[in-house]
């Protein structure tokens, strides 16, 4: 007990540091609301919690549980995505389902490795009927400490338990408190606000965990307020179902991704988009002609997300533009970003000084897909100069291209043909202190021709070029 207890007196010797404090003050601003409930900024601190990790903190008693919010998101000195709360540290992991991606930091199992002490001994039973076994941990849960936890959250957010109730000093109050370990806390039971509650109430682990990681100390300083910083829409009124189904899919895999300050965003690593996640095949271009391929219209999805990373005056480090004009994208020349797996990426860098929330919309009914951006505005903004085309090209002969997959006799025209142009679009960030970046986004697209697909028992008219199918 000795390591944990010097650890903690560590905390309370750091009086310098701008960590808020241990309770929430009843004399402080409210917490203020914004982007439809998405984010919240607690003036306690001058921190905001926002998104999924907001819906993950809501739900499992929000300040009573885990207290104040001591950083932004950050990428902290393990590498990790985390967010420092008083009595927690949030994980968030982006590459993994949406569901999964948001879980606390095993604060307790790190704090109490090596203890050897009785409270902690694997146990083969329970020595007490009215406490509930825990076969997984070889621990007992029951009184209290068992009501919070079932109804924080239980294994989901706490994990199981790893020591029996036992009695510890408090090094910051001098106090004996009855605690039990966690793996991601420890909870503390204090009778004399028996039957408020605060009765059961978690340690300060988030705030041992912050004095341990230099990136998370120099991220405390209060901030501001979450703002939109970007938007953009586009329209699918005109696609396939089978594209329609993609671009939900993918939409829901990015939306409400969080990207720290400094991090590189990669549409390809953002997610899986595979048939065993619910993609379909879709058309896309390949090599310069129509395949049938897996998550068609992915890149309806990148281009809004660049349009809308474009237009918040963030840093583009990777895009690659169509290689025949697409119509989907309200002619914008020059404004598109292709992906495709595992080779063409999109991909852009959050430099700003916090973190930058993605917010998807997709609205079948309407046929738009919105994607929002909001993060700590630094003033800049945005113009385009453009664009600029030059060396026009028209389209030649009519393609067709046999698709065993259609009805026999069918015939669908794909692409109504288009030229060919090489297109300039300049984007020019100004920020605040009067710096200006100028971003070039050249595109050459190639002409294209009218392009129909035909089903078993169609015979291609005379006078137009006939490819076999990939596949």
């Not at 329970?126 to 076994?133: G, Y």
């Not at 049938?292 to 474009?310: D, K, P, W, Y």
């Not at 009519?398 to 692409?415: H, N, S, T």
Request: hydrophobic share 40%.
């Amino acid at each position: 007990m000795r390591h944990l207890l010097l650890a903690l007196a560590v905390v309370l010797l750091l009086p310098a540091i701008p960590l808020g404090p241990a309770t929430p003050v009843a004399a402080a601003p409210a917490t203020q609301l914004a982007a439809g409930g998405n984010f919240a900024f607690f003036p306690e601190t001058g921190h905001n919690v926002g998104m999924q990790i907001k819906r993950f903190f809501d739900s499992h008693g929000g300040v009573a549980t885990f207290g104040l919010p001591l950083t932004e998101l950050i990428v902290g000195a393990d590498g990790l995505q985390v967010q420092y709360f008083e009595r927690a540290r949030f994980e968030y992991r982006p590459s993994a389902p949406p569901e999964a991606r948001v879980a606390l930091t095993r604060a307790g199992a790190i704090l109490s490795a090596g203890r050897g002490d009785p409270a902690f001994q694997w146990l083969a039973t329970s020595p007490d009927p009215s406490r509930a076994f825990m076969p997984q941990s070889g621990h007992t849960l029951g009184g209290a400490f068992g009501w919070f936890w079932q109804q924080r959250g239980g294994v989901a957010v706490f994990g199981y338990p790893i020591s029996e109730e036992f009695r510890e000093r408090d090094p910051a109050t001098g106090q004996e408190l009855l605690v039990q370990y966690f793996e991601r806390a420890r909870f503390e039971y204090h009778p004399e606000h028996a039957g408020t509650p605060d009765e059961v109430m978690l340690s300060p682990l988030g705030r041992l965990l912050l004095s341990q990681d230099p990136v998370a100390l120099a991220a405390t300083a209060p901030t501001r307020p979450i703002e939109l910083l970007g938007q953009a829409t586009t329209g699918f009124n005109t696609s396939s179902s089978e594209r329609v189904i993609n671009i939900g899919r993918a939409t829901a895999i990015v939306d409400s991704i969080m990207v720290p300050a400094g991090a590189e965003f990669s549409f390809i690593a953002s997610g899986d988009f595979s048939e065993a996640n619910g993609f379909v095949e879709g058309y896309a271009i390949v090599g310069g002609r129509l395949e049938r391929v897996l998550g068609g219209g992915l890149c309806q999805v990148s281009t809004t997300l660049f349009r809308a990373v474009s237009n918040a005056g963030l840093e583009v480090t990777r895009r690659v533009g169509h290689s025949h004009i697409v119509y989907f994208y309200e002619n914008i020349l020059g404004f598109d970003a292709t992906v495709f797996t595992p080779s063409v990426d999109f991909r852009w860098r959050n430099d700003t000084a916090g973190p930058v929330y993605i917010v998807g919309i997709t609205d079948v009914g309407s046929a738009r897909l919105t994607f929002q951006l909001y993060g700590l505005a630094d003033g800049r903004s945005v113009r385009y100069e453009g664009p600029f085309e030059r060396n026009w090209t028209q389209p030649g002969t009519p393609i067709w291209q046999f698709d065993p997959a259609l009805p026999r006799g069918a015939v669908r025209q794909l692409v109504h043909g288009r030229p060919g142009v090489d297109v300039t679009y300049n984007r020019i960030v100004a920020f605040a202190d009067g710096r200006t970046r100028t971003d070039r986004y050249f595109t050459r697209y190639t002409p294209w021709e009218d392009f129909y697909a035909y089903g078993p028992g169609v015979t291609p008219p005379a006078g137009v070029r006939v490819i076999a199918p990939k596949r």
